[in-house]
């Protein structure tokens, strides 16, 4: 039982570089989510999906890109790399995208770095 | 709006002491509550949860009481062990007007054990 399978694992892109980090979750679940985590302040939402071809904006989706073509698959894409979005990104999903009902499972995080 | 305190880290611990780590929070309504920790090169995983006022989550030693009066999650456990050693976030998440959920994470305590 794999869960949430994020890769690369690490990545180093230069400035203006385009990327997309793979999430696959084998589940079934309905949401899936985006989070980047910086140092000092917390996980902040980017992009969530409650379903296949449904896509939002979280709490910092600028510079950045999603689709859910597929219930297992949520890919986010970097469009032009900044040295801002140097971070650990997670990739989450659940049932239902409500936490009290349903826990969050994540993967192990992709650690990205801008130069 | 809404938003989570945790005590600044690292905290370090000698085997078999009592851990208290505390968290309160700023919500507008009536919040769910969650403490998540992290493991070394891991996602985070949820490791208990209050969803109203007096709840007490509990999950393999670990305990933590939702205090609406001091709006407070403190996360305790009586004797830590090595395997103890992470990160803890204390969350807690909003149903919007919407339906939607909002998730705020606190910044993270980084929990070190020594034998």
């Known amino acids: 039982n794999a869960g949430v399978t994020q890769t690369p694992k690490f990545q180093v892109l230069k400035t203006g570089q385009s990327m997309t980090l793979q999430c696959a979750q084998d589940m079934n679940h309905e949401y899936m989510s985006w989070y980047r985590q910086d140092p000092g302040m917390g996980l902040r939402l980017i992009h969530y999906s409650v379903g296949a071809g449904i896509t939002d904006q979280g709490e910092v989706p600028n510079g950045y890109n999603v689709s859910r073509s597929t219930t297992e698959d949520f890919p986010l894409r970097l469009l032009s790399a900044a040295p801002s979005q140097t971070s650990v990104y997670f990739c989450a999903s659940s049932q239902d995208g409500y936490s009290y009902n349903s826990p969050l499972h994540f993967g192990n995080g992709t650690r990205l770095t801008v130069t | ?115």
């Open chain 2, 1 to 115: 709006g809404d938003s989570v305190t945790q005590m600044e880290g690292p905290v370090t611990l000698s085997e078999e002491a009592f851990l208290t780590i505390n968290c309160t929070y700023t919500a507008t309504g009536y919040p769910s509550l969650f403490w998540y920790v992290q493991y070394p090169g891991e996602g985070l995983q949820l490791l208990l949860k209050a969803t109203k006022a007096d709840d007490k989550g509990s999950n393999k030693g670990f305990e933590a009481t939702y205090r609406k009066e001091t709006t407070s999650f403190h996360l305790e456990k009586g004797s830590v062990q090595v395997s103890d050693s992470a990160v803890y976030f204390c969350a807690l998440s909003i149903i919007s007007n919407f339906g939607n959920e909002k998730l705020t994470f606190g910044t993270g305590t980084r929990l070190t054990i020594i034998p």
